[in-house]
């Protein structure tokens, strides 16, 4: 037997009636109840919102991130330069991204994708990566100084590739810019931070470093290790203080200790803003 399209009709409003339900005191409405879904779906656009939410703007830093190695021309083939990979800057700058921060990263030459939401700018030399911080100074509120920048250059620089000769080569080297040195010590209106990259008396050496360079804060790692530091995965520094406290953060993966850098790094620029209101 065949129904009709009168018999059609009123099973689709009988299905329909099972799902209403009244609201309203005088003039009751009827309303279709929609599906709720699971519970563990619910439950998982609600973390999913809370992880995603972004701080207010109050809150919100505008970072600065420096990160990777600088290379010194010797010749048009050959440059100095160091093993940085520019990890842990790259996990910093990914950090500050997803914690809802501006973020803004010089990099250096290295093998990296940067964060999409950060805004790139790629140097070669040191003297390029000081130009460029200067240039992005009046526009940030943390600088975070993570770039293995060269201690020294060339004092020439040779346009033709420099042959090979069977007798002794001498490089002179002098000093590249002191960017930390460099900035502003009074009045300045963004935090300070600095990273101590050493091999022996780690904390001592980068005691020094904080008191020289007027940081208000700075990073100290030991690269001596094989497990940790430059080119690894992972890390282990002591957080330095002007205050004289320290605050050390266990061997972990870069992108871990990154998030631990950025809540400090943040809550200290709040703290600071709150000390001038």
Known sequence: MVASGHDGE????????????????????????????PLESRRH????????????????????ITAGPTREPID???????????????????AAVEAGHDVTLISGPVHLDPPRAARLVSIVT???????????????????MCAAVADYKPAEVSLRKIRKRNENLSLELIPTRDILSSL??????????????????????AEKKLRAKNCDVIVAND????NSGMESDENEVTVLF????????????????????????????????????
């Open 10 to 37: 009123r099973g689709e409003i009988e299905i329909a009636r099972r799902r209403v339900y009244r609201t309203g005191r005088r003039n009751a409405r009827l309303r279709l109840r929609r599906p709720r879904p």
């Open 45 to 64: 656009r609600l973390s999913r919102g809370i992880s995603a939410r972004a701080p207010g703007k109050s809150h919100r830093v505008r970072f600065l």
């Open 126 to 144: 040191s003297d390029e990566m000081s130009d460029e911080i200067h240039r992005h100074l009046r526009d940030c509120d943390a600088l975070v």
């Open 76 to 94: 048009p083939v050959r440059y100095l330069s160091n093993r940085s990979s520019g990890k842990m800057g790259y996990a910093i700058a990914e």
């Open 184 to 205: 502003p010590k009074k009045d300045r209106e963004f935090l300070v931070v600095g990273f101590a990259a050493e091999t022996n008396d780690v904390e001592e050496s």
């Open 242 to 277: 002007q205050s004289g406290e320290r605050q050390r953060i266990s061997r972990a993966p870069k992108k871990i200790i990154a998030r631990e850098l950025v809540k400090i790094f943040s809550n200290m620029r709040e703290k600071c803003l709150t000390k001038k209101m």
């Open 223 to 226: 690269v001596s290790r094989a």
